[in-house]
């Protein structure tokens, strides 16, 4: 099973744009890369999905390099409102087992 | 609108107290989860049912007893807690219950056990 490793903080003023890498050495061959965003005290919200290359929606963009073994969610010039703690998992069709959330990475957007 | 809905929002009970959290989802999904969130924890999962079937159980104590009547409604039926167990308890659906598979989460019940 693909085991996730991503920072646990970080900072960013308003108006840049924010890259928070995800490690996944171990990812298989049918994992796909899938990314949360959760504000405190509410539920987890699906941001963006990928299994290679490119992922571009109107949220974020996912960057995958061919090797798969990490990913880099991309938040285009964040504001307040995107602090929050995004969390990277990788996993495939085959079931729920083992569905791990991890310690997530804590995006803190800063005046 | 994540088309999940959960209730209570809060809770407090004490530790001989038996309640159940509801957890109720629009989506037509077939699997539905829960999760619990302890204070500066990961998510940790507890229950997954898929079709009513609980396909998942993380050696979860018996104190939380989970029912799925259909596969639109979750309970989490609650006995004899601990205060240990005071957190964010989740619930989410999902098309088909796989890693992969995007889910939908409630808004959560913030449950104290005192």
């Known amino acids: 099973l693909a085991k996730t490793t991503q920072p646990i903080s970080m900072d960013s003023y308003e108006g840049q744009e924010v890259n928070i890498t995800c490690s996944h050495n171990?990812?298989?061959?049918?994992?796909?890369i899938t990314w949360y965003q959760q504000f405190p005290s509410q539920g987890p919200r699906f941001i963006i999905q990928?299994?290679?290359t490119k992922v571009t929606n109107e949220v974020a963009s996912l960057f995958i390099p061919a090797d798969r073994k990490s990913s880099t969610l991309s938040l285009p010039r964040v504001s307040l409102s995107d602090t929050a703690v995004y969390y990277c998992?990788?996993?495939?069709?085959?079931?729920?087992?083992?569905?791990?959330f991890g310690t997530g990475t804590r995006l803190t957007v800063i005046p | 609108e994540t088309g999940v809905t959960q209730t209570p929002r809060h809770l407090v009970m004490g530790m001989t107290n038996k309640k159940s959290l509801k957890c109720e989802q629009h989506?037509?999904?077939?699997?539905m989860y829960w999760y619990k969130q302890s204070a500066k924890k990961p998510l940790e999962l507890m229950f997954v049912?898929?079709?009513?079937?609980?396909?998942e159980n993380n050696s979860v104590p018996s104190r939380f007893s989970p029912e799925c009547p259909n596969s639109s409604h979750l309970f989490l039926h609650l006995h004899t807690l601990q205060p240990e167990d005071s957190a964010l308890y989740l619930c989410?659906?999902?098309?088909?219950?796989?890693?992969?598979?995007?889910?939908?989460f409630g808004p959560g019940t913030r449950l104290l056990v005192l």
């Open positions: 989410a659906s999902s098309q088909n219950p796989a890693r992969s598979e995007t889910q939908y």
């Open positions: 171990n990812i298989a061959t049918n994992d796909y």
């Open positions: 990928g299994y290679k």
């Open positions: 998992l990788v996993g495939d069709m085959s079931g729920a087992n083992n569905l791990f």
């Open positions: 989506l037509g999904h077939n699997a």
């Open positions: 049912y898929n079709f009513k079937e609980q396909t």
